[in-house]
């Protein structure tokens, strides 16, 4: 078989698919495999069908494809909403009777494995999971031992018994695994196994405490619930305070509360929540607070559709919040930048005193894949706080138009924040002149911003005439199709600052005599952002909005289309 | 008396001649500085709304921030630095009606932090609309044939859901008002100060007077420990009761219970960031 296997597991809501995910993953990864893999889910808590796809390659991959090499089936009902995606190579494995009739007398492979069989013989259904894990390893041909070993590592709190149980479970699916013969025989390789897996959720996650980032507050909503939910788990080993709030307005304000006495605070929410902060957000900036939100999109108006994926967010993000006032907007569309960003998210909040913005969607959240090692002593917690004296002010007028910013009981003076316009002591004026000076005072800090401003990068040919560009997570898909087509013509520049504009945007876009735009969204609001600040147009959108990230198969075929 | 909370130059306040507000910045002031509290460790976190300005007139840390967020504000504030003394102060809409939501959660959080209200039952900012106090039939120029909704009663709502010290006071009695604070400061927990007062320009009913007839004290032998006698109490509208209608500080704050202080009690901006440690997450 091919060097690139896609797997798709697909059940119910609540049988433990994501169990199967994390394990196998790391086993794979362990083994010197490149994994990526990604779930897609129904907006319930049991029953529907969701799938997780892993892919496995002997090169770095970073997308979602459409194609199914294998489909473990796990429940009834489980091929239908995927059977556009099967093709004649698909490998079809599962219990005869989860398998409908239309599909065995077809063009499809179908391996019998009957998994409810064989978890009864160990001891109950609760251990199918367990034996898919180790089916898809005897089907990798996965050191048991080392299998063996992860299975005691999982369960290291459930006891003896339980223990053993598993054991005997993971061993009952490995040989069923090798039994099939598959004869898949993707290259490994060794460097592989010192990378290190992660989900989205934990890049952005670990990235803030290398922030620094001690403070979190959010109210839960898919699919950013899991920063806070990580966070809370290190709440003891790294002293971060955590705390659910009743409303996002909430959230917003107390982070607000924990900058101005001297936390490193931020929220994550998704688009509805981030809605319901924008007046909060208007309050950091008259107020000169810092403050970092992490925005997880997912696809709206409303409640739209809670648990998929979409790039819609961004003219949210660039507008919220009512008056004129600046902001930085970050779209990491890989784990190493996700981690880089929300790091230096805290120290541009804090340098700055304007609110950071870190763009992720459902799709980048919900997706793992393994990093190479990052070396966190190139990383720095810049502190900007200043101890006051007795005459201090809060809002003195500087040249770069940052006011040092003292905390309570640092020092002699008093700290006085105030949401109206104010003057330089930070108490309530009407005077013109100074409005003047504070609105021109607020903007300054956007323009000294510029000095550090994150360039968009160019991946592809150097020589480029057409270019495509792309910000957040579309990154990954985008690059790899780049790498297929393998086109001297073709580059693409991957936007990871999205607002202000890099300072390289307009030298990149026209050098190219033609302009591509990917966007997982209705509108290509990247695209308008773009137009607005360099008066470019895009020649052609590829837009998405489905609320399914974009396929490897879809991009290459809609750029081949366009040449 | 001259505090230390007072400006060397006195600020011009925006409030109209004789309105409650100037008895509670006064007497808020005194029993602050009585207290002997520094104002370096003491935050005003104040909404929008007359009352709400009281922190611009106040000598020391504040946040101004929010129509209806002082609360939250004030609860990032204390969870970041316990060792600050935080007041949230506002109005009845500012806490009760834009605020109502963080109102309920602050209390059962327990936060340590003094929630001072000034309850004039009007809004005055926005020029007479009726509040979340308002009482019954209290016509304004938008609720033209009288109020209809029930009105808000913080002592009760605050009492159901666990606040740890209750109060009332009235602004027309500064001595009670200024023991009551006092007793707030101190307590350990979340203390909320409803403070009636008249709004001289837009409330022409609940005016000095009104409040003079329909408030009494508690009286010595009022065991303001008793949960369901403080109910009793709190649901009184013939004449409301004034004084420290409940207390109990027996519950742990919600500082207290945070994790992060578990093993470290220094407040947040004292902390040192371990990398090397965070670089292990990545194992």
Same mark, same amino acid.
């Given at each position: 078989?091919?060097?690139?296997?896609?797997?798709?597991?697909?059940?119910?809501?609540? %049988? =433990?698919?994501?169990?199967?995910?994390?394990?196998?993953?790391?086993?794979?990864?362990?083994?010197?495999?490149?994994?990526?893999?990604?779930?897609? &889910?129904?907006?319930?808590?049991?029953?529907?069908?969701?799938?997780?796809?892993?892919?496995?390659?002997? /090169?770095?991959?970073?997308?979602?494809?459409?194609?199914?090499?294998?489909?473990?089936?796990?429940?009834?009902?489980?091929?239908?909403?995927?059977?556009?995606?099967?093709?004649?190579?698909?490998?079809?494995?599962?219990?005869? $009777?989860?398998?409908? /009739?239309?599909?065995?007398?077809?063009?499809?492979?179908?391996?019998?494995? !009957?998994?409810?069989?064989?978890?009864? /013989?160990?001891?109950?259904?609760?251990?199918?999971?367990?034996?898919?894990?180790?089916?898809?390893?005897?089907?990798?041909?996965?050191?048991?031992?080392?299998?063996?070993?992860?299975?005691?590592?999982?369960?290291?709190?459930?006891?003896?018994?339980?223990?053993?149980?598993?054991?005997?479970?993971?061993?009952?699916?490995? #040989?069923? =695994?090798?039994? &099939?013969?598959?004869?898949?025989?993707? #290259?490994?390789?060794?460097?592989?196994?010192?990378?290190?897996?992660?989900?989205?959720?934990?890049?952005?996650?670990?990235?803030?405490?290398?922030?620094?980032?001690?403070?979190?507050?959010?109210?839960?909503?898919?699919?950013?619930?899991?920063?806070?939910?990580?966070?809370?788990?290190?709440?003891?080993?790294?002293?971060?305070?955590?705390?659910?709030?009743?409303?996002?307005?909430?959230?917003?304000?107390?982070?607000?509360?924990?900058?101005?006495?001297?936390?490193?605070?931020?929220?994550?929410?998704?688009? +509805?929540?981030?809605?319901?902060?924008?007046? +909060?957000?208007?309050?950091?900036?008259?107020?000169?607070?810092?403050?970092?939100?992490?925005? !997880?999109?997912?696809?709206?108006?409303?409640?739209?559709?809670?648990?998929?994926?979409?790039?819609?967010?961004?003219?949210?993000?660039?507008?919220?919040?009512?008056?004129?006032?600046?902001?930085?907007?970050?779209?990491?569309?890989?784990?190493?930048?996700?981690?880089? &960003?929300? %790091?230096?998210?805290?120290?541009?909040?804090?340098?700055?005193?304007?609110?950071?913005?870190?763009?992720?969607?459902?799709?980048?959240?919900?997706?793992?894949?393994?990093?190479?090692?990052?070396?966190?002593?190139?990383?720095?917690?810049?502190?900007?706080?200043?101890?006051?004296?007795?005459?201090?002010?809060?809002?003195?007028?500087?040249?770069?138009?940052? $006011?040092?910013?003292?905390?309570?009981?640092?020092?002699?003076?008093?700290?006085?924040?105030?949401?109206?316009?104010?003057?330089?002591? +930070?108490?309530?004026?009407?005077?013109?002149?100074?409005?003047?000076?504070?609105?021109?005072?607020?903007?300054?800090?956007?323009?000294?911003?510029?000095?550090?401003?994150?360039?968009?990068?160019?991946?592809?040919?150097?020589?480029?005439?057409?270019?495509?560009?792309?910000?957040?997570?579309?990154?990954?898909?985008?690059?790899?199709?780049?790498?297929?087509?393998?086109?001297?013509? &073709?580059?693409?520049?991957?936007?990871? %600052?999205?607002?202000?504009?890099?300072?390289?945007?307009?030298?990149?876009?026209?050098?190219?005599?033609?302009?591509?735009?990917?966007?997982?969204?209705?509108? $290509? %609001?990247?695209?308008?952002?773009?137009?607005?600040?360099?008066?470019?147009?895009?020649?052609?959108?590829?837009?998405?909005?489905?609320?399914?990230?974009?396929?490897?198969?879809?991009?290459? #075929?809609?750029?081949?289309?366009?040449? | 008396?001259?505090?230390?909370?007072?400006?060397?130059?006195?600020?011009?306040?925006?409030?109209?001649?004789?309105?409650?507000?100037?008895?509670?910045?006064?007497?808020?002031?005194?029993?602050?500085?009585?207290?002997?509290?520094?104002?370096?460790?003491?935050?005003?976190?104040?909404?929008?709304?007359?009352?709400?300005?009281?922190?611009?007139?106040?000598?020391?840390?504040?946040?101004?921030?929010?129509?209806?967020?002082?609360?939250?504000?004030?609860?990032?504030?204390?969870?970041?630095?316990?060792?600050?003394?935080?007041?949230?102060?506002?109005?009845?809409?500012?806490?009760?009606?834009?605020?109502?939501?963080?109102?309920?959660?602050?209390?059962?959080?327990?936060?340590?932090?003094?929630?001072?209200?000034?309850?004039?039952?009007?809004?005055?900012?926005?020029?007479?609309?009726? *509040?979340?106090? *308002?009482?019954?039939?209290?016509?304004?120029?938008?609720?033209?044939?009288?109020?209809?909704?029930?009105?808000?009663?913080?002592?009760?709502?605050?009492?159901?859901?666990?606040?740890?010290?209750?109060?009332?006071?009235?602004?027309?009695?500064?001595?009670?008002?200024?023991?009551?604070?006092?007793?707030?400061?101190?307590?350990?927990?979340?203390?909320?100060? @409803?403070?009636?007062?008249?709004?001289?320009?837009?409330?022409?009913?609940?005016?000095?007077?009104?409040?003079?007839?329909?408030?009494?004290?508690?009286?010595?032998?009022?065991?303001?420990?008793?949960?369901?006698?403080?109910?009793?109490?709190?649901?009184?509208?013939?004449?409301?009761?004034?004084?420290?209608?409940?207390?109990?500080?027996?519950?742990?704050?919600?500082?207290?219970?945070?994790?992060?202080?578990?093993? @470290?009690?220094?407040?947040?901006?004292?902390?040192?960031?371990?990398?090397?440690?965070?670089?292990?997450?990545?194992?």
């Amino acid at each position: 078989m091919k060097n690139d296997i896609s797997i798709v597991l697909s059940g119910e809501a609540g %049988q =433990g698919i994501k169990t199967v995910e994390l394990l196998i993953i790391r086993a794979l990864k362990n083994s010197g495999y490149n994994v990526f893999s990604t779930t897609e &889910l129904m907006s319930r808590v049991r029953g529907g069908n969701n799938t997780t796809e892993i892919r496995v390659s002997n /090169e770095r991959i970073e997308a979602y494809v459409d194609k199914i090499d294998i489909l473990i089936v796990l429940s009834k009902n489980a091929i239908l909403r995927i059977e556009n995606r099967l093709t004649k190579d698909t490998i079809i494995i599962g219990q005869d $009777s989860f398998i409908e /009739e239309k599909y065995k007398n077809s063009q499809y492979i179908i391996k019998y494995v !009957a998994l409810s069989s064989l978890a009864k /013989e160990v001891g109950g259904l609760i251990y199918s999971n367990v034996i898919t894990y180790g089916l898809l390893s005897g089907i990798f041909d996965i050191n048991l031992n080392l299998i063996k070993e992860s299975i005691t590592r999982h369960f290291s709190t459930k006891g003896k018994e339980i223990t053993d149980n598993n054991i005997n479970a993971v061993i009952k699916g490995y #040989e069923k =695994g090798k039994e &099939l013969k598959l004869g898949i025989q993707v #290259e490994k390789d060794e460097k592989i196994k010192n990378q290190v897996l992660l989900s989205g959720t934990e890049s952005i996650g670990i990235g803030a405490l290398a922030g620094g980032c001690n403070f979190i507050t959010a109210y839960p909503m898919s699919p950013s619930t899991g920063v806070i939910q990580f966070l809370a788990r290190h709440s003891e080993e790294f002293g971060v305070v955590v705390e659910q709030a009743e409303d996002e307005i909430s959230a917003i304000n107390m982070i607000q509360g924990a900058w101005y006495a001297g936390a490193r605070a931020m929220t994550t929410t998704s688009g +509805g929540g981030f809605a319901l902060m924008e007046e +909060g957000i208007s309050n950091a900036a008259i107020t000169e607070v810092p403050i970092v939100i992490h925005l !997880a999109q997912r696809p709206g108006p409303s409640t739209g559709l809670p648990t998929r994926t979409e790039q819609g967010d961004l003219n949210l993000a660039l507008y919220a919040g009512h008056g004129e006032f600046p902001r930085i907007i970050f779209a990491p569309g890989n784990f190493t930048d996700g981690i880089y &960003l929300t %790091q230096k998210a805290f120290n541009l909040a804090d340098k700055f005193q304007v609110p950071v913005i870190i763009l992720t969607d459902q799709f980048y959240i919900d997706s793992f894949q393994s990093i190479k090692s990052i070396d966190f002593t190139d990383f720095k917690v810049e502190n900007f706080v200043t101890r006051t004296d007795k005459d201090y002010k809060r809002y003195k007028n500087t040249e770069d138009g940052i $006011s040092p910013r003292g905390i309570p009981m640092q020092g002699d003076g008093f700290v006085r924040f105030d949401s109206h316009e104010h003057d330089e002591g +930070g108490f309530i004026t009407e005077d013109p002149d100074i409005r003047i000076k504070m609105v021109d005072k607020r903007f300054k800090k956007l323009e000294s911003y510029s000095k550090e401003s994150i360039d968009a990068e160019i991946i592809g040919s150097k020589n480029y005439k057409t270019l495509i560009v792309g910000w957040g997570s579309t990154y990954g898909v985008i690059k790899e199709a780049i790498e297929k087509l393998n086109d001297n013509d &073709l580059a693409f520049a991957y936007f990871k %600052q999205v607002y202000p504009l890099p300072n390289n945007t307009k030298e990149i876009l026209s050098k190219a005599k033609e302009l591509i735009i990917i966007e997982n969204n209705a509108t $290509s %609001q990247f695209g308008q952002l773009i137009k607005r600040y360099t008066g470019m147009e895009f020649t052609n959108h590829i837009l998405k909005y489905n609320g399914m990230p974009f396929s490897l198969e879809e991009i290459i #075929e809609k750029l081949k289309g366009m040449q | 008396m001259t505090t230390i909370f007072d400006f060397d130059q006195i600020p011009e306040t925006s409030w109209c001649p004789g309105c409650g507000n100037f008895s509670i910045l006064k007497v808020l002031k005194e029993a602050l500085d009585e207290l002997k509290i520094d104002p370096k460790n003491l935050v005003i976190s104040a909404g929008i709304g007359q009352a709400a300005k009281t922190s611009q007139y106040i000598n020391s840390n504040c946040f101004n921030g929010l129509h209806g967020r002082a609360l939250p504000v004030a609860t990032g504030i204390k969870a970041s630095n316990p060792d600050l003394i935080v007041v949230a102060e506002g109005g009845d809409g500012d806490m009760y009606g834009e605020g109502g939501n963080h109102f309920i959660h602050a209390i059962r959080r327990n936060i340590d932090i003094v929630n001072i209200v000034h309850n004039n039952m009007v809004y005055g900012l926005t020029l007479g609309q009726a *509040s979340p106090t *308002s009482r019954k039939e209290f016509k304004t120029p938008l609720q033209l044939e009288g109020v209809s909704s029930e009105p808000f009663n913080p002592i009760a709502v605050a009492i159901s859901l666990g606040a740890s010290f209750v109060a009332r006071a009235f602004s027309g009695d500064m001595k009670q008002m200024k023991e009551i604070l006092k007793e707030a400061v101190k307590h350990k927990g979340y203390a909320l100060v @409803d403070i009636f007062h008249p709004c001289v320009s837009f409330n022409k009913i609940n005016n000095f007077k009104w409040f003079k007839d329909n408030t009494y004290y508690l009286n010595e032998n009022y065991d303001n420990t008793d949960k369901m006698e403080a109910l009793k109490k709190a649901f009184e509208t013939d004449k409301f009761p004034l004084g420290v209608i409940y207390t109990n500080g027996k519950n742990k704050t919600f500082e207290e219970n945070l994790i992060a202080y578990k093993n @470290d009690k220094r407040p947040l901006y004292k902390r040192e960031v371990d990398l090397e440690k965070i670089e292990k997450l990545l194992n």
